[in-house]
C-alpha cells in the first residue's frame, strides 16, 4: 500500500526529490538559486534525485532540471 504525503505543496516554492529506500525525501527552497545549488550538490554525491520545479498552486513550473555544468 502507497504512503500518504504528509504535506501540502507550498506555492512559489522550488522541490525535489530524493529517490532513497525506503523513502522518498522531498526537499523544498524558497529561492531557485539555493534549489539548484543544493539539487547540483546531491547530484554531485551521486544521489539518484528528481527535480520538480516552482510550485504555482495546481501545477508544477520552471521544471527544467539544472544543467551539472550550470552555473548557480
Known amino acids: 500500500m502507497r504512503s500518504k504525503k504528509n504535506f501540502d505543496y507550498g506555492k512559489g516554492k522550488y522541490y525535489f526529490t530524493i529517490k532513497s529506500s525506503p523513502n522518498n525525501i522531498t ?37 527544467s532540471q539544472p544543467a551539472a555544468n550550470q552555473t548557480v
Do not use: P, V
Not at 27 to 49: N, S
Open 27 to 63: 526537499i523544498h527552497r524558497k529561492e531557485k538559486e539555493a534549489a539548484q545549488r543544493t539539487f547540483l550538490h546531491y547530484l554531485a554525491m551521486g544521489k539518484d534525485i528528481e527535480w520538480h520545479g516552482m510550485w504555482d498552486g495546481k501545477k508544477f513550473i520552471e521544471n
